[in-house]
């Protein structure tokens, strides 16, 4: 249903598009008051000689009935739909050029005059529809994500990276060689930072229908501290510095901690 809900909103958003690109052009079927203080502001119309071909201009392109600037008066009204007449009788054949169709561009917007107004209601309507579809969808889906418990997995797995790293920290605190305990760090942050993206990676499907955009990106901003500490603490171990690793090591353990704790009261809220 989300897809159907997503193809009919860019349906819709289109022939929106299209029908308010169309705003300012006017049908030639109008009563003449409706063109009063009109002028327009496309060329129209196709000037015919008197065999019914096209009068062409020194450049070799079709000159027009009247230019833009000229104003809808009756007269030139009734001059345009003449040609428009004698045009769908007789339409000639000019490569490259399009043949007027009855339309004409104007300078001024009228809802009145607007000849796509309903189109362009009907588009609204099915980006409604279509966007009441997909909000249908993902509160489905955020009911079902809530029922099978997997937000629970990713809050259990933060809280497992930072009862490690901190159980990391202790044990290598108190090591006599800190120097000579690098290589466990490294070894063991790798563990940590692949497990702990694997499950973030499985679970954003999750987050996504169970949070708020503003609220996720804040779920978001929190986890990447943690995990930009995390990453220090190994390059700076993989560099046999144990007190910049250490002390990212601890900096990474607490971060983990606010990001559980942020995605718990999120998930809480919602």
Do not use: C
Not at 14 to 28: D, E, K, N, P, R
Not at 116 to 122: D, I, P
Request: proline share 4%.
């Amino acid at each position: 249903m989300r897809l159907l809900g997503n193809l009919i909103v860019a349906i819709a958003l289109t022939v929106g598009v299209l029908a308010a690109a169309m705003a300012y052009q006017i049908s030639l079927d109008l009563p003449n008051d409706d063109y009063e203080g009109l002028v327009l502001t496309a060329a129209a119309g196709l000037l015919l000689d008197e065999s019914g071909e096209p009068e062409l201009d020194e450049k070799g392109r079709p000159s027009p009935v009247l230019e833009v600037g000229d104003p809808l008066t009756p007269e030139n009204l009734d001059v345009l739909r003449t040609n428009r007449d004698a045009l769908a009788d007789n339409p000639p054949a000019i490569a490259g050029y399009r043949i007027p169709t009855g339309k004409i561009r104007v300078q001024k917007f009228s809802f009145a005059r607007w000849g796509q107004k309903w189109t362009f209601a009907a588009a609204v309507i099915g980006m409604l529809l279509g966007a009441g579809l997909v909000r249908a969808s993902a509160s489905r889906q955020a009911v079902a994500h809530r029922e099978s418990g997997k937000s629970e997995d990713l809050l259990a797995a933060l809280s497992a990276a930072q009862v490690q790293l901190g159980e990391l920290l202790e044990q290598s605190s108190a090591a006599a060689d800190r120097h000579a305990q690098m290589p466990h760090v490294v070894a063991r942050l790798s563990e940590v930072g692949v497990d702990l993206q694997a499950n973030f990676v499985e679970h954003l499907a999750v987050l996504r229908s169970l949070l708020a955009t503003g609220t996720m990106a804040e779920v978001m901003e929190a986890y990447a501290v943690a995990e930009r500490s995390l990453n220090r603490a190994r390059s700076t171990a993989v560099d046999n510095d144990p007190r910049e690793s250490l002390a990212s090591l601890a900096a990474a353990a607490a971060q983990m901690g606010d990001a559980r704790d942020r995605l718990a009261k999120a998930l809480a809220a919602e």
